[in-house]
């Protein structure tokens, strides 16, 4: 099971940490990744972290987000600043594997709603 939390309403400018708890697997095997999604757009990947630490992020949130992961937790984290209205979405937190052909996510959680508005 995955759940996100952390989720709300927040000035742009602002900060919020978003937490993905997880239970049912062995979290330290699996890369874990955030994505988000608007209405009527594909579901985009904001950042992921692999077993082994290693972090990526798109382009678009660069310098402003920071994936983490307490294993001993099972949790991973997004830490986001700077926030601006188009980073406005649900964010989904995802467990999964990487494979020469890329990220596939196995698990999936529910969601939480981020809004950036003044």
């Known amino acids: 099971q995955i759940a996100e939390s952390g989720g709300g309403l927040v000035q742009p400018g602002g900060s919020l940490r978003l937490s993905c708890a997880t239970s049912?697997?062995?979290?330290?095997?699996?890369?874990m990744t955030w994505y988000r999604q608007v209405p009527e757009k594909e579901r985009e990947l904001v950042a992921s972290?692999?077993?082994?630490?290693?972090?990526d992020y798109a382009d678009s949130v660069k310098g402003r987000f920071t994936i983490s992961r307490d294993n001993a937790k099972n949790t991973v984290y997004l830490q986001m600043n700077s926030l601006k209205p188009e980073d406005t979405a649900v964010y989904y937190c995802?467990?999964?594997?990487?494979?020469?052909?890329?990220?596939?996510?196995?698990?999936w959680g529910q969601g939480t709603q981020v809004t950036v508005s003044s």
């Open positions: 995802s467990a999964g594997q990487t494979f020469s052909s890329g990220y596939v996510p196995m698990y």
């Open positions: 049912g697997f062995t979290f330290g095997l699996f890369a």
């Open positions: 972290v692999r077993s082994s630490g290693v972090t």
